[in-house]
């Protein structure tokens, strides 16, 4: 896609301008312009109401994809443990492999790794590349690289999904550059265009304040990667066997240049708001300082952290650092709880990207239960400690 | 030594607001910054040079001309050198082409021991510049790097994970992604703003990096392309609990579960 401005067309309205999440329009006279910050993203198209800022397709291409079958994972294993993503990106799998009519497969590289291959093919895999060396016992940018590019460039993938863990987001773009195809980080949703049969992978774009469907349409594999927990596994184990198929390396000590001298476990750190995954927030409804003792202790059964909003803030409950919302922290944690948040809009804005939203509030009309995903009516003070007892079944 | 750290400038996305009437964006007042991983790695960069007054540090950022004022930081905080590539022939390019114009710009500008980087951008957050990066010099790469040591032709370094960290040694020259550990970025010095307006910062075009006719940059170069964008979902069809009796808070509980929220 491509953007641009017809200048005949434009009214000089500056309608357009707040559209843009990249502050790449601006006016020039009387006539709007697209700088060089544009990144052709389309967000502005619908904004004109003159038909004066248009996308053009990207011109057709005759690029020979047919080549190229099947749906792999990545199925990261940690010292011979796999990592939640490799059952979670073969449900996805499972499903775009089915749409496509081709084969979902996973593949497995490490070291003595082979009594894994019947948990890949319960959750999912028709059929399992392994790949077994000592050279590929611990992660290696290097080896783990070429074994990928080796193994894509002989059975030539259709689609790559890779978890982005700390390890599949180091992996991906090495692969990718590898291939000289595209990567598309951080999806939240996939799915097959119905007629052009691309991979249509959307993710949020700027702070999440925008979303993005990206196609990689001239290039093959299409590849991807997804946080963890944001897929789910297959409800019901797949009980016909995977084919296994083995996969020798073609690996030596010397083309590894990174050495890891050491793998150090340490306990996890409390983070910050900003990249906190589950925030327990409270309002003026937690009524005092005291009363936000339960919300820690919430947070702390969810290895969370504790925000607020304003009112509270300003009330002298907690300290501004806790704040959430327009004149506080934006934030976009997995899950939200809003505990006598009323839901002022300036709180609104501040979290409502967030995955899921739990609201609960004593008022059944309070603003913020518009934007919950489930809605608890009732007094905090009561259902804050009763969550904690049934999170501990 | 020499070090190349790359930067880019981009808007605080943390104070960019949304209007809930319209769902438009509200970008007044909202600061375009040096990314917030870029400055860490610009900080490991003069921590090295604290210690060994040898250290050359040349920044290099990609974007449009109004970049600048980044690079002008980055030099007021202690950098040698600072160069700007820019070109509309590189606008709307995705991770692959970008890293082929950075990594053509690197080479351009010459001998170098260590090419340090933000783990990821917080206006695209995609972590795929910096391995992009390392694969088209043919170097190294380690990311997430919370702390480094040289130690003779290598360095050393602590590659954070979810659950701990990984002790990396790792032969010069390599490419090292940054993460908060690496230490709290300094603030520009005093006399260093005054020094920063006296120094050139080349404006490098595609030409000047030999990809005036390349086709692997800009929106034409990159293989991803965007199908549509559209702004996020406000309003939810929330499920109402309407009690707070056992049975609705154990109803809510197996729903998070269902979801692996909690």
């Known amino acids: 896609m491509s953007v641009r401005i017809i200048d005949e067309k434009c009214k000089g309205c500056k309608l357009c301008l707040p559209s843009c999440p990249f502050d790449a329009i601006v006016m020039q006279g009387k006539l709007a312009v697209l700088t060089d910050a544009c990144t052709h993203c389309g967000a502005c198209v619908s904004s004109c109401k003159f038909g004066a800022i248009v996308a053009d397709a990207a011109p057709e291409k005759v690029v020979d994809l047919s080549g190229h079958k099947d749906v792999w994972v990545f199925c990261e294993q940690r010292g011979g443990v796999l990592q939640q993503t490799s059952a979670e990106l073969l449900g996805e799998g499972r499903k775009l492999a089915d749409d496509l009519g081709q084969k979902l497969c996973a593949v497995l590289i490490g070291d003595n790794v082979a009594n894994l291959t019947d948990a890949l093919s319960a959750a999912g895999a028709d059929t399992v590349y392994l790949t077994e060396n000592t050279l590929l016992k611990t992660y290696t940018t290097d080896a783990y690289t070429k074994v990928f590019v080796d193994l894509a460039k002989k059975y030539q993938p259709n689609i790559i999904l890779i978890g982005a863990t700390y390890i599949g987001r180091d992996l991906g773009p090495r692969v990718a550059a590898r291939l000289k195809t595209g990567l598309t980080a951080d999806c939240t949703d996939l799915k097959i265009h119905e007629t052009e049969r691309n991979l249509l992978q959307t993710r949020p774009a700027f702070g999440g304040n925008l979303m993005a469907t990206i196609i990689t349409p001239d290039h093959r594999p299409q590849m991807a990667t997804v946080r963890p927990g944001v897929m789910r596994k297959l409800d019901t184990p797949k009980t016909a066997a995977a084919d296994v198929v ?28 900003t990249s906190a995954e589950v925030i327990v ?44 919302g327009q004149t506080g922290r934006t934030v976009r944690p997995r899950l939200y709880i809003a505990c006598g948040i009323s839901g002022a809009i300036q709180h609104l804005a501040g979290m409502q990207s967030a995955e899921c939203i739990v609201a609960i509030n004593k008022n059944a009309d309070a603003p913020i239960f518009k934007i919950a995903d489930y809605c608890i009516v009732g007094d905090l003070h009561k259902v804050v400690p009763m969550l904690i007892e049934e999170l501990k079944n | 030594m020499k070090i190349v750290v790359l930067i880019k400038q981009v808007p605080n996305t943390n104070e960019v607001k949304i209007d809930m ?96 980087a933000g783990r990821q951008a917080i206006d695209g957050d995609t972590a795929q510049v910096g391995p992009q990066v390392a694969e088209k010099l043919d170097l190294p790469q380690v990311t997430y790097v919370n702390d480094l040591e040289l130690k003779g032709g290598s360095v050393v370094v602590h590659r954070a994970l979810e659950d701990g960290y990984q002790l990396i040694e790792v032969k010069l020259p390599c490419v090292l992604t940054a993460i908060s550990g690496l230490g709290e970025p300094r603030y520009p010095r005093f006399t260093g703003v005054y020094e920063a307006y006296k120094k050139e910062i080349p404006f490098w075009g595609m030409k000047d990096i030999g990809l005036a006719e390349s086709k692997e940059i800009g929106l034409e170069g990159s293989p991803t392309k965007v199908h549509k964008s559209f702004a996020p979902k406000l309003e939810r069809a929330g499920e109402v609990f309407p009690d707070s009796s056992k049975g609705s808070i154990g109803q809510l509980v197996s729903r998070l579960r269902e979801r692996h929220l909690v």
């Open chain 2, 21 to 116: 009437k319209t769902g438009t964006l509200i970008r007044d007042g909202v600061e375009s910054i040096i990314n917030p991983d870029d400055k860490y790695a610009l900080e490991a960069a003069l921590r090295l040079k604290d210690k060994d007054k040898n250290v050359h540090i040349t920044v290099i950022s990609m974007g449009p001309p109004q970049a600048e004022v980044a690079l002008r930081e980055a030099l007021a905080m202690g950098c040698d050198e600072a160069i700007l590539v820019t070109d509309r022939l590189a606008g709307g390019s995705d991770t692959w082409a970008t890293s082929m114009v950075l990594s053509a710009a690197i080479k351009k500008h010459g001998a170098y021991d260590l090419v340090l």
């Open chain 1, 281 to 324: 927030s409270g309002g003026r409804g937690v009524g005092s300082a005291e009363g936000f003792k339960i919300l820690h202790d919430l947070a702390d059964a969810l290895d969370g952290v504790v925000g607020s909003s304003r009112a509270a803030v300003d009330a002298g409950y907690i300290p501004y650092a806790h704040q959430v």
């Open chain 1, 246 to 273: 083995k996969f020798d390396a073609d690996l030596t000590q010397d083309m590894i240049r990174t050495n890891v001298l050491d793998v150090v476990k340490s306990v996890k750190e409390k983070v910050d708001l």
